[in-house]
């Protein structure tokens, strides 16, 4: 048995060995992107953190990646030779209208059919020659396990809401098939790195078929501009969090610039998921929703999918739609068709709508005889029983209708269930007075937006269906709220398709519907779908992901993480780790020191339980104290009382407790604090409205200080804490709009303090007392890890370019964890802090102990 272990190594599962999966036999010959350089395209090459040079003069190229090439492929039986042309049906051929005649567009993935072993060579060539095609060429056993393995019978069924409870209907987590799918993932990503200049170059990835494959690319090339655009629904958090792999596809997909979704529904569900699983929020910034991680802003989008207007109207101008046209009007004369259109499987809710067609014969009579529900099958996408299961459930249903309601020379239900030509559905669609989707789940469906258009018409399908130029038009449209195009169809009845009753009442509404409802309804329809069809999508895509990656290259990039947690950490080019060979030549020059110390995830680390300082801590603070030249000060926003008993053996330690509300200079001083505030009545309104917050939030709590109230939600659930932490702020700020306090949101909490204590403010009351008393320091140190520390990081700036002073000192603002800051240095975590300090301590001068503080006063600072 394998191991879960080396399933989860990135180079393993990038190589294929497990399954022992021959590779393709040769790549592409190299694609020269520059006269005089060519690429790089085994993926081999190292990655530093300003790789990717390449020159900048080359033609711009988008390079589309999807599963399937927009291809048709057939073979010669008699000369063996391959045939290949363009579908015209292919979104992916479509989505080209959307960019500029000057673009070079690069397709890479699979064709629908096998190539035999020799002949891949000579056909990759021609389809890149002639075509702009890069094919993947997946051995047929890879290729069975993950299209038809894992993404048919595991991702696809869970992204449409069907956990894998029985292994009768989809197939229970297999790591064999993730292997197989990391494993067609790499193989997609060393077609691209083939083909790819990336500094100029765009890569718009397509569907769940690849979600992983932004991790590839990103580890190969920094800063490739990556999109991705989801096709199916994202599932809520719940059914999500089911997926073994859950954080690997994650963090794949924020390896993009953009990511795009058909509705909010399924980006609210992609941000949820984010936020629960790898604790990230995520911010609108002027109308964009963007997640900050690891310095890096990725975006999300949200923009359906449109249909190809000109495709459909030369459909509808062809003789042989017209011929149908006729064809089906004398066939049907004098009865109203509704029409459905659906591939064979168990979430497009063939059966519901049946059933809902038996429910309206049998309650309204008088349809009898004059309603047909034509539906069209198209084939099944995937083989399984659950496929099996509908279709034979489909024509009982069908059979048991016609038996029961009709009668000679009329059939209430007429399956079609054979391939249908495109202009033939084109016409079925001019004819039908009402559209029906039931789907219980799916990601878009353009079914609808098809038939608005053709219902429109052009003047040669006027002609043949014998309606005046000019005339007004209609349409009616019943479709499940469970499907992606339904937000835009505001016009539309929207069901519950698990509703019988209530779908069999909204067919009755759309036939029997008055004329001009009809032609409204229809007209607010056609204006949406004719705007935003399948060029404008592409357009509006592509702009977003160019605004996405314009910073690129302001920032410097590191890799993080290994296997498929890889990432980039994204930083301003002037933030770098802080180096104690660097600090320590600054320390022993100097005369007078100032250091200040964050406590929490700083000195000890965040995750601990135990929060008292070590005996390792307590050694190294106070060899920092006992220097003369020195001036220490842990600064945080615990209580008084806690750090007070915390450092009793640190006797010239300075502390600032509840973030500078009190201060302490030593041990042997007193605790003074900040004369803004003496009166505390604000805390009888906040403290009822925090509890009230705290009963009706399961994990929340309230911590009480002597200067602040502070409400914690970090043990609640994710977005209801959120939300609560929200409303709660709105809450207490307007019932303290006339106390002299401010309320603040912080990383799960909310705050209410007096105004102006920040750590900001009393670092620099204490740099100030320090020069006001004639010891300026020359060299001053800041570490913190978190908002509040950033307010100390600002003001030491600003309060040590005083004029009084005789030369500016050398300033160390240092952040924990690499993000982004106002700090210019920053250490990995607490374990790297306790190291730099030891090293500043042994760097000390050994004089004897004595206490150096400077009193302090704030009414002497003013």
Same mark, same amino acid.
């Given at each position: ?9 990135? $180079? ?47 033609? #711009? ?84 396990? @993950? ?80 999109? @991705? ?109 509704? $029409? ?48 099996? #299961? ?31 030509? @495109? ?9 039908? #007075? ?110 977003? $992901? ?49 250091? @200040? ?266």
């Amino acid at each position: 048995m394998v191991s879960r272990s080396s399933y989860t190594s990135f $180079l393993d599962a990038a190589s294929g060995e497990l399954l022992n999966f021959p590779q393709t036999p040769r790549t592409l010959p190299r694609v020269m992107t520059v006269p005089g350089i060519i690429s790089d395209g085994d993926g081999n090459g190292s990655n530093d953190e300003d790789s990717d040079i390449f020159s900048s003069k080359c033609r #711009e190229k988008k390079i589309i990646v999807a599963n399937f090439l927009p291809l048709l492929a057939q073979k010669d039986l008699n000369t063996g030779r391959w045939c290949f042309s363009f579908d015209e049906d292919a979104l992916l051929l479509q989505m080209k209208d959307g960019f500029s005649s000057e673009t070079d567009v690069v397709y890479v993935g699979s064709l629908k059919v096998d190539v035999d072993t020799s002949e891949q060579e000579e056909v990759a060539e021609r389809l890149l020659a002639e075509f702009n095609c890069v094919p993947t060429f997946l051995p047929p056993d890879l290729q069975k396990k @993950f299209y038809h393995g894992f993404c048919k019978q595991y991702l696809w069924p869970l992204f449409h809401y069907m956990l894998p409870m029985s292994p009768e209907h989809c197939n229970r987590f297999d790591r064999f098939l993730w292997q197989a799918y990391v494993s067609a993932n790499k193989i997609f990503a060393d077609k691209v790195m083939e083909v790819i200049n990336p500094e100029e170059d765009y890569v718009w990835i397509h569907d769940y078929h690849l979600m992983i494959l932004p991790t590839f690319l990103r580890k190969r090339f920094y800063r490739v501009k990556l999109g @991705f655009f989801l096709h199916s629904p994202f599932p809520s958090s719940e059914i999500y969090r089911t997926l073994p792999v859950r954080d690997d596809i994650l963090k794949a997909l924020l390896n993009v610039d953009l990511v795009g979704f058909h509705t909010f529904d399924y980006a609210r569900h992609f941000l949820s998921c984010c936020s629960r699983m790898l604790g990230l929020n995520y911010e609108s910034k002027r109308g964009h929703i963007g997640l900050e991680y690891f310095g890096r802003t990725v975006y999300v989008k949200i923009l359906p999918v449109g249909i190809h207007m000109g495709q459909l109207e030369s459909a509808l101008n062809l003789p042989s739609t017209s011929i149908k046209v006729k064809e089906i009007q004398e066939q049907f004369k004098g009865k109203k068709i509704i $029409l459905g259109v659906d591939d064979m499987d168990i979430f497009k809710g063939l059966s519901l709508k049946l059933l809902a067609m038996e429910h309206l014969l049998q309650h309204y009579e008088e349809l009898r005889g004059e309603l047909v529900l034509v539906q069209i099958v198209n084939p099944a996408r995937s083989t399984g029983k659950d496929v099996q #299961e509908a279709k034979r459930e489909t024509y009982a249903i069908t059979e048991r209708i016609n038996a029961n309601f009709g009668f000679p020379g009329y059939e209430p239900v007429v399956l079609i269930d054979h391939p249908v030509p @495109f202009y033939e559905k084109t016409a079925y669609y001019a004819l039908a #007075e009402c559209c029906i989707v039931s789907a219980v789940r799916d990601g878009m469906n353009l079914m609808p937006y098809n038939y608005i258009v053709c219902r429109q018409g052009t003047p040669k399908i006027d002609e043949a269906l014998g309606i005046t130029s000019g005339s007004s038009r209609t349409s009616t449209l019943v479709v499940s709220e469970f499907i992606g195009c339904s937000p835009s169809l505001s016009g539309a009845i929207r069901v519950n398709p698990w509703d019988i009753d209530a779908v069999a009442d909204a067919l009755n509404i759309a036939i029997t519907m008055p004329g001009l409802e009809k032609q409204l309804r229809h007209e607010k329809h056609y204006r949406y779908v004719s705007s935003h069809d399948v060029a404008y999508w592409a357009c509006s895509f592509m702009q977003d $992901l160019e605004r996405a990656c314009k910073d690129h290259y302001s920032k410097r990039c590191w890799s993080i993480g290994f296997g498929l947690s890889f990432r980039i950490v994204a930083l301003s080019p002037n933030f770098r780790k802080l180096s104690l060979d660097h600090i320590v030549k600054a320390y022993k020059r100097a005369n007078r020191r100032a250091i @200040f110390l964050d406590y929490d995830g700083t000195v000890v680390p965040q995750s601990s339980i135990v929060k008292t300082p070590s005996p390792e801590v307590i050694s190294i603070l106070n060899d920092l104290c006992n220097d003369p030249k020195n001036t220490v000060f842990i600064v945080s926003g615990r209580g008084k009382n806690s750090l007070s008993d915390w450092f009793t053996q640190c006797q010239n330690l300075g502390i600032a407790a509840e973030h500078g509300y009190f201060i302490r200079w030593s041990q042997s001083s007193n605790w003074e604090s900040r004369p803004l505030l003496m009166d505390f009545d604000w805390k009888r309104i906040a403290d009822p409205v925090m509890q009230l917050y705290t009963e009706a939030t399961d994990g929340s709590y309230i911590e009480t200080k002597e200067s602040a109230l502070v409400w914690h939600h970090q043990d609640a659930d994710p977005d209801f804490g959120s939300c609560q932490a929200m409303e709660l702020l709105d809450h207490l700020e307007n019932v303290l709009a006339n106390e002299p306090v401010e309320v603040k949101r912080g990383h799960h909490i909310v705050e209410v303090k007096p105004q102006g204590v920040s750590k900001g403010q009393v670092t620099e009351k204490i740099l100030s007392t320090m020069i006001s008393d004639g010891k300026p320091p020359d060299f001053v140190m800041c570490i913190g890890d978190d908002r509040s520390d950033e307010d100390m990081f600002e003001s030491i700036s600003s309060t040590i370019y005083s004029p009084s002073l005789p030369a500016p000192p050398e300033i160390f603002a240092c952040t924990v964890g690499q993000k982004p800051s106002k700090a210019r240095y920053y250490l990995d975590d607490s374990a790297d802090v306790l190291k730099l300090l030891q090293g500043l301590a042994r760097a000390s001068s050994m004089k004897p102990k004595c206490s150096t503080q400077i009193p302090f006063s704030f009414e002497s600072v003013a």
